[in-house]
């Protein structure tokens, strides 16, 4: 459920608020020092800066959970950006009172566990029953962990494995160490990478089963060290990291290949043949090894065996990769297809942008580095990084011609010629978002062509900006509908944009 958000300097939600309780925010003796953030949704609030020897803040960033209020500064004669991080203050008046935004250690850890285990931009980006589900799951699967523990202990003592002496010395412990090793492993990797999971399924599917396969590669060589718990453990634990990182990869990265397969909204059923086609699978693999272990059981046949299965094994996952040609708008296909869209009126099928070779592996990757000139939902300290030297100008004409969007663009000049950053608001939808890669696309061809006259300018000076900015604002709007309705005829997905999401989004301040 998407909850409708309003930021204001602090960050305060007014719904159910007095004017009293917000007095101490919002009211000021020099009405003309005022200040508004961008907001689609609500109405803008005006904020005043109290303390006027501060500079007032163009931007509120929120990451991970957490706020970054960022500022302009000038230090040493030369221009730069201050950034305050605070932690987003309790939207629920307490006792007549609302909690002040403040930076402490309790938020920076939250923040952090928030990215490892929560979805990016939670609550607002999953379902209302998200909570208590998976509350009710986490109390499940620790207590079928638990018997899952008793169970391999009881077999291994049945077929003959002592669990007498000390409790690290059981089989049985040493098997869980193993397996606990790679849950943590697999924590951290989740945490790093899970944003990459929608913008490169299949890069990382692949990568998957590479690790995978060399953390069997690691297990097997158990029988060429010497036998001991320690052995043990270094050689079990190190390959099953490798082995369960490589199953977390495919289970989610399989969960969305499902949804793709499913074409008249038979997820359940789809998701259950394709268990029934791996149950067979597993058997006629479980023959199979079991018949080659009637041959030999020495490292150097286990070798020789695993040296000739695992290249098989990643030339199949290659090319399923390959045969599952999903029309998915990932980013290096968006940013084609619009510029497409703006400079030909026309735009191609999978099928023709696969055969024309526009886009890199898999259409997860630009072919060319040239071809990178959008970057959506960066940080805004990283947008501004265009130069030694800041011009804050360039921002407020963004900000203003953007007042009314739930995105803003802010072109500018790279060492690979024009491009354009996107920043999205906490309200920004799909359909805010794909608006957005085409108006940039629109800017971008102003920006090269120049399409506007204005004398004495270039298009890197505020004046044309604006100009370029405004003009193609209009066209954004009036002929949105119809790229999309172009997208979708030719067979492309609308339904979902396929980038690297981190979470970044932000509001920006503008004039009355």
């Known amino acids: 459920m998407r909850r409708q958000l309003c930021t204001q300097l602090p960050r305060l939600c007014t719904r159910g608020c007095t004017q009293r309780l917000l007095a101490a925010y919002t009211s000021t003796s020099t009405p003309r020092q005022s200040l508004r953030f961008q907001s689609s949704d609500v109405r803008a609030r005006s904020v005043r800066d109290a303390e006027t020897s501060k500079s007032r803040p163009f931007a509120i960033e929120r990451v991970g959970g957490r706020e970054c209020r960022i500022s302009w ?114 924590l951290f990797f989740i945490r790093r990478f899970s944003p990459y999971f929608d913008s490169h399924p299949k890069t990382l599917t ?46 989610t990265t399989h969960i969305k290949f499902i949804r793709y397969f499913s074409e008249q909204g038979n997820t359940g059923d789809v998701a259950a043949k394709d268990e029934s086609q791996a149950s067979i699978a597993q058997l006629v693999g479980y023959a199979s090894g079991i018949s080659l272990l009637t041959f030999s059981h020495t490292p150097a046949y286990l070798y020789s065996i695993f040296f000739l299965a695992v290249p098989l094994h990643l030339t199949m996952t290659a090319y399923m990769m390959r045969v599952a040609t999903f029309e998915l708008l990932t980013l290096p296909r968006i940013s084609g297809l619009a510029q497409e869209y703006v400079t030909r009126g026309e735009l191609p099928s999978l099928e023709e942008l696969d055969k024309a070779n526009r886009t890199g592996l898999f259409g997860e990757f630009y072919k060319e580095k040239s071809d990178r000139w959008l970057t959506l939902a960066p940080r805004v300290g990283e ?3 265009g130069g030694d030297d800041l011009d804050p100008e360039r921002w407020r004409v963004c900000a203003e011609i953007f007042k009314h969007d739930r995105y803003m663009l802010f072109p500018q000049e790279s060492h690979r010629g024009h491009a354009v950053s996107v920043f999205f608001h906490p309200d920004a939808s799909s359909d805010d978002m794909l608006r957005s890669i085409f108006h940039a696309a629109l800017v971008r061809d102003a920006l090269q062509h120049q399409h506007w006259s204005v004398a004495a300018d270039s298009p890197t000076t505020p004046t044309f900006l604006q100009s370029a900015l405004a003009k193609t604002h209009q066209r954004a709007k009036d002929d949105f509908t119809s790229f999309k309705e172009t997208l979708e005829s030719r067979g492309w997905r609308t339904d979902e944009l396929c980038f690297a999401d981190h979470g970044h989004r932000v509001t920006w301040a503008h004039g009355d």
């Open 206 to 251: 692949l990568f998957g089963e590479v690790i995978g396969c060399l953390g069997s590669g690691l297990q097997i060589a158990t029988l060429l060290i010497a036998p001991s718990p320690g052995n043990f453990l270094i050689c079990a634990a190190g390959g099953n990291i490798f082995k369960l990182v490589g199953n977390a990869i495919w289970f």
């Open 73 to 186: 500064s000038e230090e040493d004669g030369t221009s730069g950006v201050r950034k305050e991080w605070q932690d987003i203050a309790s939207a629920l008046p307490e006792n007549g009172k609302i909690a002040a935004p403040t930076n402490t250690w309790t938020g920076r850890t939250l923040s952090w566990l928030g990215q490892m285990f929560l979805p990016t931009n939670f609550p607002h980006s999953v379902h209302r029953s998200y909570i208590p589900f998976h509350l009710l799951q986490f109390f499940e699967t620790t207590l079928a962990t638990v018997t899952s523990v008793l169970c391999n202990q009881a077999l291994l003592t049945s077929v003959g494995v002592s669990a007498e002496g000390s409790i690290f010395g059981a089989v049985a412990v040493q098997w869980i160490i193993k397996d606990g090793a790679g849950e943590v492993a697999k």
């Open 383 to 385: 947008a501004l990084k």
